[in-house]
């Protein structure tokens, strides 16, 4: 699982260091399938993923997936952007599936089971867990709580809850009390590392209608 | 044919949002109606990337990467805004909570499915995003959109051709040529624009229609 929303909350370090890590065949989890050359394309372009969850690969600057798509060189499992989110969180939450009205009657329900609850139509989602949760927050202290800033915070909470083994990266590491307790937003239970890098994020370019 | 133009369209939208009413506004058209909403409600536009209380562009120089919308431009938060995580945004959205979101539309049908995530091309890459969890989650669901294409097929059908993004979803409906209602006994229509009769509207639309027209003090309610 990698965090961000476009590149807004993206561990542009972190995946550098996946791909200097050299691991491949990997299922990435992500709502986009990355922008221009850093970051999640970066990664795609270096050949390592097998296929990725998302909900939105299409945007103006997604050349790297679109050219990986068209060429059948990537597997893509298109999900509504609730149901991704709300999978993450289930995953993250012990729940073994759920039933959502997203999607239902449309062709990204088909094959799935349904069932009308209260005269409304649910389709059946099953839970997407994760081994590793890439993620940024803004701060987080050495046992692993975290606060983040503005919308990069995104998925970043629900997928930290989602993995075996959640990586953040914060622009700083503070002392333990340093965090309100009151505020703050993922506990230190759901975070395994916390790596301290200090870069400002980047913006996407304007994205077309869709 | 004299017809409304976008920004005439999505100040007629911006009438329909009450004071108090919390509001997504989709991608693309629809962004347009935060331009038109009266200054004098205040109103809650939320954006499914995290934020609640959003507010319009920053001036030039002051973006911040960490402030952006659904369509990742960059934004600002008015006061007493609030960000969240991802779950939560869509809790708001699935669970009910919005009063109004505003889509844009390839097709909508006579039964209120929605068609505005697919073209349904073999060789287009899909993508959904937040779209059917709006379509099925807001209270209530507008669509905007011009009524024909620019073959001069009417996007109001019987049945949808394009792949559907919810069924039997959609309440009202804002187009360059009038307004329209989905009622269970099909598209009612509520304003025609000035100058344009009943019958040659219904001659545009192909899909069969009654004429309801609302009244003034009530355009507020759907």
């Given at each position: 699982?990698?965090?961000?929303?476009?590149?807004?909350?993206?561990?542009?370090?972190?995946?550098?260091?996946?791909?200097?890590?050299?691991?491949?065949?990997?299922?990435?989890?992500?709502?986009?399938?990355?922008?221009?050359?850093?970051?999640?394309?970066?990664?795609?372009?270096?050949?390592?993923?097998?296929?990725?969850?998302?909900?939105?690969?299409?945007?103006?600057?997604?050349?790297?997936?679109?050219?990986?798509?068209?060429?059948?060189?990537?597997?893509?499992?298109?999900?509504?952007?609730?149901?991704?989110?709300?999978?993450?969180?289930?995953?993250?939450?012990?729940?073994?599936?759920?039933?959502?009205?997203?999607?239902?009657?449309?062709?990204?329900?088909?094959?799935?089971?349904?069932?009308?609850?209260?005269?409304?139509?649910?389709?059946?989602?099953?839970?997407?867990?994760?081994?590793?949760?890439?993620?940024?927050?803004?701060?987080?202290?050495?046992?692993?709580?975290?606060?983040?800033?503005?919308?990069?915070?995104?998925?970043?909470?629900?997928?930290?809850?989602?993995?075996?083994?959640?990586?953040?990266?914060?622009?700083?590491?503070?002392?333990?009390?340093?965090?309100?307790?009151?505020?703050?937003?993922?506990?230190?239970?759901?975070?395994?590392?916390?790596?301290?890098?200090?870069?400002?994020?980047?913006?996407?370019?304007?994205?077309?209608?869709? | 044919?004299?017809?409304?133009?976008?920004?005439?369209?999505?100040?007629?939208?911006?009438?329909?949002?009450?004071?108090?009413?919390?509001?997504?506004?989709?991608?693309?058209?629809?962004?347009?109606?935060?331009?038109?909403?009266?200054?004098?409600?205040?109103?809650?536009?939320?954006?499914?990337?995290?934020?609640?209380?959003?507010?319009?562009?920053?001036?030039?120089?002051?973006?911040?990467?960490?402030?952006?919308?659904?369509?990742?431009?960059?934004?600002?938060?008015?006061?007493?805004?609030?960000?969240?995580?991802?779950?939560?945004?869509?809790?708001?959205?699935?669970?009910?909570?919005?009063?109004?979101?505003?889509?844009?539309?390839?097709?909508?049908s006579a039964k209120g499915?929605?068609?505005?995530?697919?073209?349904?091309?073999?060789?287009?890459?899909?993508?959904?995003?937040?779209?059917?969890?709006?379509?099925?989650?807001?209270?209530?669901?507008?669509?905007?959109?011009?009524?024909?294409?620019?073959?001069?097929?009417?996007?109001l059908?019987a049945?949808?051709?394009?792949?559907?993004?919810?069924?039997n979803?959609v309440n009202r409906v804002?187009?360059?040529?009038?307004?329209f209602d989905v009622t269970p006994n099909g598209f009612v229509v509520r304003?025609?624009?000035?100058?344009?009769?009943?019958?040659?509207?219904q001659?545009?639309a192909?899909v069969p229609l009654t004429f309801e027209?609302?009244?003034?003090?009530?355009?507020?309610?759907?």
């Open positions: 699982m990698i965090g961000g929303f476009g590149t807004a909350g993206m561990p542009s370090e972190l995946i550098d260091a996946l791909i200097q890590h050299g691991a491949r065949d990997l299922t990435i989890v992500n709502n986009n399938a990355g922008n221009a050359d850093i970051g999640l394309a970066a990664l795609l372009k270096a050949k390592r993923v097998r296929k990725i969850i998302c909900s939105f690969p299409r945007q103006t600057d997604s050349y790297v997936f679109d050219a990986l798509y068209h060429a059948g060189e990537i597997e893509l499992e298109l999900v509504p952007q609730g149901n991704l989110a709300e999978r993450i969180r289930a995953a993250g939450a012990g729940i073994g599936a759920f039933f959502t009205p997203t999607a239902y009657g449309t062709p990204l329900a088909e094959g799935k089971e349904t069932r009308v609850i209260n005269g409304r139509g649910y389709v059946l989602e099953y839970p997407i867990a994760a081994d590793f949760a890439l993620i940024k927050a803004e701060k987080g202290d050495r046992w692993g709580n975290l606060v983040y800033r503005k919308t990069a915070r995104n998925f970043g909470p629900i997928m930290a809850s989602a993995a075996k083994c959640a990586i953040a990266q914060v622009r700083k590491v503070v002392a333990l009390g340093e965090l309100d307790p009151e505020a703050i937003v993922t506990p230190g239970i759901f975070v395994q590392r916390v790596v301290e890098i200090d870069v400002p994020g980047q913006l996407s370019p304007p994205q077309a209608a869709a | 044919m004299k017809r409304f133009t976008r920004d005439q369209m999505a100040a007629r939208v911006a009438r329909d949002i009450p004071e108090g009413a919390y509001v997504n506004l989709g991608i693309g058209l629809p962004t347009m109606v935060a331009n038109h909403l009266p200054k004098e409600r205040e109103i809650f536009l939320h954006s499914e990337n995290g934020l609640l209380g959003m507010g319009p562009a920053p001036a030039a120089g002051a973006e911040d990467p960490d402030l952006i919308n659904a369509g990742k431009q960059p934004v600002t938060l008015l006061i007493g805004g609030a960000y969240f995580h991802h779950a939560d945004s869509f809790a708001m959205m699935r669970g009910g909570h919005l009063d109004i979101c505003v889509l844009g539309a390839f097709q909508v499915d929605l068609a505005n995530w697919h073209t349904g091309a073999p060789d287009a890459i899909p993508a959904v995003g937040g779209a059917m969890d709006l379509a099925i989650g807001a209270k209530k669901v507008y669509v905007m959109m011009e009524l024909l294409t620019k073959q001069g097929e009417s996007k059908v049945e949808c051709s394009y792949p559907v993004t919810g069924v979803c804002f187009t360059d040529h009038g307004v304003e025609i624009i000035e100058g344009l009769s009943f019958d040659e509207l001659k545009l192909q027209p609302l009244e003034a003090a009530s355009t507020l309610e759907a």
